[in-house]
């Protein structure tokens, strides 16, 4: 590729000579006006703008078909170019000077068809082809109205625009969403300086916004046999200066890697799902002497202790329970939190059903065995401690259970998606947990095997006489907290922040949740229309 500086400028001021003296010589009249359509998705106008074309708009996202108009959610940006200046007192129009392109209006009109092309979010749970071009051209208002509900976190107008602007960058179709980028987008280079206070330092009640914003997905989706589900997030980054960067597991990458990792707690239920809490996990180098400096810099909290992602997990999980928005019948884990005992039991205590996942080597009995303490044999100290009885069956791992051919599985279909249902074989098992060698607690072994063939293993502590439909049921609600971090990901600038501070990490998560609750209101709303 060769680099000419202002040609497609050039070009384009060439092409509009062209066409002024082609109009006149063909039909032998000026031409007013021109107009141009850009697709957002791959250019972003920025030759037009520089040829002196004014932004006018967006299409409705509608083709005319052999039926008429057809609705295809492919959004263009409209650009006109002003030959004759007079051209509204000519065809008899209100004096007035041609709109300029507005940042605020562009920004809203961007988070809005980003919200309702089918490429940029899950078009199998919205029904698209009933929209009208007055729905969607409510939605940058619908966006606007969310984020007033949260005017009153902020103490000046100032952080309130900007927080609008943060919100709409994460839900537009910016390829790189971190706060320059999106800043630039919309604002202008002038307002870089303060979105990035406005996130690591402007006074303003982020805590607040986080407990308007579980008030509100309650509101939408909690029930009384809903799920919290809590799992980690790895974010890969560059430097040891991001607050909690540290070389530890990151589940983005499947490796050891320089990474931050944020804990997070979802919830399902039969409406919906959402992400309603995070906190950053500081990996315990953090709070050795020579992170001193690094721990001032990036403001972390005097009085903050090392806690375990798992201790994290349970005080989040805690918190949530004892608020007494979410009613909760279920907690759903991953492996990580699931194959500690110390952690299943403390959720245990909490007066729900678990539903972890464990490693395939978690060793069980498939009978409890007899223990006793052994006799004494007349040499050194007495046996204290209780032992398997000899010629009981040794524990067994989930995955050699699985192995057994013997085995009575069951088709369910765990959910209906895009392509078709998602179906998978699965297996339950009374079971005995084995806790360094001694038999435990009495679980349910759930074995599932996906239509690729992979193998997953949990636990629940559900009753031995639960009916097998609520533990499938539980089996759904547990995954939605993945999708929550791939739409996140995918489609929401989770990862692509840039701050290093601990308050900036937690303000941007907490965007994050309420650009996540903001779809979930949309799609509800836009499901309850369609039925009607």
């Known amino acids: 590729w060769i680099r000419v500086p202002n040609l497609a400028s050039h070009l384009l001021g060439r092409a509009v000579k062209a066409v002024k003296a082609d109009w006149y010589q063909r039909y032998g009249s000026p031409v007013f006006l021109l107009e141009s359509f850009v697709n957002p998705a791959y250019f972003t106008g920025t030759s037009y ?13 509608y ?32 004096q007035q000077s041609f709109p300029r392109r507005c940042p605020t209006q562009r920004k809203k009109e961007e988070a809005d068809y ?19 071009p007055e729905v969607v051209g409510e939605f940058a ?20 625009i900007l927080g609008e602007n943060y919100l709409q960058g994460l839900l537009s179709n910016i390829p790189r969403k971190n706060t320059e980028a999106t800043t630039l987008e919309y604002l202008g280079s002038a307002r870089v300086r303060s979105m990035q206070k406005f996130i690591s330092n402007y006074r303003w009640e982020d805590s607040l916004m986080l407990a308007e914003a579980k008030s509100m997905i309650s509101g939408l989706v909690a029930e009384e046999n809903g799920m919290l589900t809590v799992d980690e997030s790895g974010i890969p980054k560059k430097g040891k200066e991001s607050v909690g960067v540290a070389r530890q597991y990151c589940g983005n990458t499947g ?20 992400l309603i809490d995070r906190a950053l996990y500081m990996h315990k180098s953090w709070f050795e002497e020579d992170h001193r400096e690094r721990r001032e810099k990036c403001r972390i909290p005097e009085d903050l202790e090392f806690k375990t992602k798992n201790r994290i997990a349970l005080d989040l999980l805690r918190e949530n329970l004892n608020s007494g928005q979410f009613q909760a019948g279920w907690v759903g884990f991953d492996a990580g939190f699931g194959s500690d005992h110390n952690f299943r039991d403390a959720i245990d205590l909490l007066d729900v059903y678990y539903l972890g996942s464990i490693k395939s080597n978690t060793q069980v009995w498939l009978k409890r065995p007899e223990i006793r303490i052994p006799a004494y044999s007349g040499k050194g100290r007495p046996a204290t401690n209780p032992q398997v009885v000899e010629g ?34 699965m297996c339950f098992i009374r079971v005995v947990e084995s806790i360094d060698g001694l038999p435990g607690k009495d679980l349910w072994l759930i074995l599932r095997k996906d239509a690729n063939g992979k193998l997953r293993y949990a636990f629940s502590n559900a009753p031995a006489d639960i009916p097998e439909e609520q533990l499938k049921r539980a089996i759904t609600m547990r995954w939605p907290i993945e999708q929550c971090f791939e739409d996140g990901k995918k489609y929401l600038g989770m990862d692509h922040y840039e701050h290093r501070g601990w308050l900036a990490w937690h303000r941007h998560m907490t965007y994050v949740i309420l650009a996540l609750t903001f779809l979930l209101r949309l799609r509800l709303k836009l499901k309850k229309s369609s039925r009607h």
């Open 49 to 61: 703008r520089a040829s002196n074309w004014v932004y006018a708009g967006t299409t409705r996202g």
């Open 114 to 132: 980003m919200m309702i092309q089918k490429a940029d979010y899950h078009p199998d749970l919205i029904d698209w082809e009933w929209l009208t």
């Open 392 to 425: 009981e069956a040794l524990a067994i791992s989930v995955a050699e259970i699985a192995d057994e051919p013997d085995l009575a599985w069951d088709v369910v279909v765990l959910a209906e998606g895009a392509k078709g249902p998602v179906i998978a074989k």
């Open 63 to 94: 083709s005319l078909g052999n039926e008429g108009y057809e609705y295809h959610g492919n959004f263009k940006e409209v650009y006109v170019y002003v030959v004759e200046r007079d051209f509204r007192s000519i065809i008899g129009c209100q």
């Open 255 to 274: 490796k050891v890697d320089n990474c931050q990792v944020g804990v997070f707690v979802g919830y399902t239920g039969e409406a919906g799902y959402g």
């Open 141 to 160: 208002e619908e966006l606007v109205r969310f984020h007033d509900e949260f005017r009153h976190v902020f103490g000046r107008s100032e952080h309130y």
